[in-house]
């Protein structure tokens, strides 16, 4: 993530506002999927672009804003529960199976699934209360 352009303190805060806080959230899942297995490489970047272009309506200098934010909070995380808890107060059940299968799209981008990143994805999947059942779906799918 470091080849987004970096900016002031001051100015990445202005840029928070312009995002509500599922977009950031799920962002931030989606980089924490790709640098589990400590080796977030292009294909995965590209993957977690094409989502976010798709599934919030974002352009290519939203997205390289958003991108810059969210591996920032992702780097200062000290836990998924904080980001977790804002997909349950708002995502329905079918909005979390959904993200659940883009964090396997991000993870399975480079053509392998890293045990790494199942476990990532297994925690989210817990902590947002999806059913092992579609858990295991969306991973086969």
């Not at 352009?59 to 958003?66: C, E, F, G, K, Y």
């Not at 529960?81 to 708002?90: A, F, G, Q, R």
């Amino acid at each position: 993530m470091d080849k987004y352009l970096h900016k002031s303190d001051k100015s990445i805060q202005e840029d928070v506002q312009k995002f509500d806080d599922m977009t950031l959230a799920t962002c931030v899942l989606l980089i924490e999927v790709s640098k589990s297995d400590d080796k977030f490489d292009e294909t995965e970047n590209n993957k977690i672009i094409s989502i976010l272009k798709n599934k919030f309506n974002l352009d290519d200098s939203q997205v390289n804003i958003l991108l810059e934010i969210a591996d920032n909070k992702n780097q200062e995380m000290i836990s998924l529960y904080d980001w977790t808890s804002k997909i349950n107060e708002v995502y329905k059940y079918n909005e979390k199976k959904a993200l659940i299968r883009e964090l396997w799209d991000v993870a399975f981008a480079d053509g392998r699934i890293d045990k790494y990143e199942d476990h990532t994805i297994r925690k989210i999947a817990d902590l947002i209360y999806v059913k092992h059942e579609d858990f295991m779906k969306a991973k086969h799918r």
